[in-house]
Antibody, heavy 123, light 109 residues
Framework: EVLLLESGGGLGQPGGSLRLSCAAS?????????VTWVRQAPGKGLEWVSS????????YYADSVKGRFTISRDHSKNTVHLQMNSLRAEDTAVYYC???????????????WGRGTTVIVSS | EIVLTQSPATLSLSPGETATLSCGAS???????LAWYQQKPGLAPRLLIY???NRAADIPDRFSGSGSGTDFTLTISGLEPEDFAVYYC??????????FGGGTKVEIK
């Protein structure tokens, strides 16, 4: 069974930083899949945040986080990271990582999701 | 950017009834690259349908997707108690950005 496990959430100060991680298990070909971060503010819907291609050569960001967040991946550790800088109150949300259904696609339907990690930005 | 509008916002039905959920796109979703997800409180979304019609692994056949262009539908035939949840559509045809609809809550009448 393919599992994704997010970590790194918590309380962040406005203007501060947090680094989220998404670790994959149960899959030897994780490096072949695009990975996406999606967030959900309390009581709200789903919002795309950022995606990274299988090769990590292409990265994409929502306008709301561009210039503040950086996505990366470590193939040796089957892990994807989301570095979150210049945090704002509106970044408060549950952050999910998810993998694309088919390999080699930068964007596709997301078939495996982690349980999410909660980020709260508050002073 | 493709904006997805889901309707209705809330659907009140009884177990055994059929739910029809709509997702309208602000422009054509090419290659039928539209997915549906189910989300229950406190849990991550679960992929139900991809490429408009195709059921994801282990999804019961009471869930079906249809549509093309700018109008898409998720049908749940014979609601089971575990189907009461929030449903989101998502397009991945014109990305970035990936976009999601605002969701439809299917609640017990």
């Amino acid at each position: 069974e393919v599992l994704l496990l997010e970590s790194g959430g918590g309380l962040g100060q406005p203007g501060g930083s947090l680094r989220l991680s998404c670790a994959a298990s149960g899959i030897s070909t994780f490096r072949s899949y695009g990975v996406t971060w999606v967030r959900q503010a309390p009581g709200k819907g789903l919002e795309w945040v950022s995606s990274i291609s299988d090769s990590a050569t292409s990265t994409y960001y929502a306008d709301s986080v561009k210039g503040r967040f950086t996505i990366s991946r470590d193939h040796s550790k089957n892990t994807v990271h989301l570095q979150m800088n210049s945090l704002r109150a509106e970044d408060t949300a549950v952050y999910y990582c998810a993998k694309a259904l088919w390999s080699s696609y930068h964007f596709y339907a997301l078939d495996v999701w982690g349980r999410g990690t909660t980020v709260i930005v508050s002073s | 950017e493709i904006v997805l509008t889901q309707s209705p916002a809330t659907l009140s039905l009884s177990p055994g009834e059929t739910a029809t959920l709509s997702c309208g796109a602000s422009q054509t979703v090419s290659r039928s690259y539209l997915a549906w997800y189910q989300q229950k409180p406190g849990l991550a979304p679960r992929l139900l349908i991809y490429d408009t019609y195709n059921r994801a692994a282990d999804i019961p056949d009471r869930f079906s997707g249809s549509g093309s262009g700018t109008d898409f539908t998720l049908t749940i035939s014979g609601l089971e108690p575990e189907d009461f949840a929030v449903y989101y559509c998502q397009q991945y045809a014109t990305s970035p950005p990936l976009t999601f609809g605002g969701g439809t809550k299917v609640e017990i009448k």
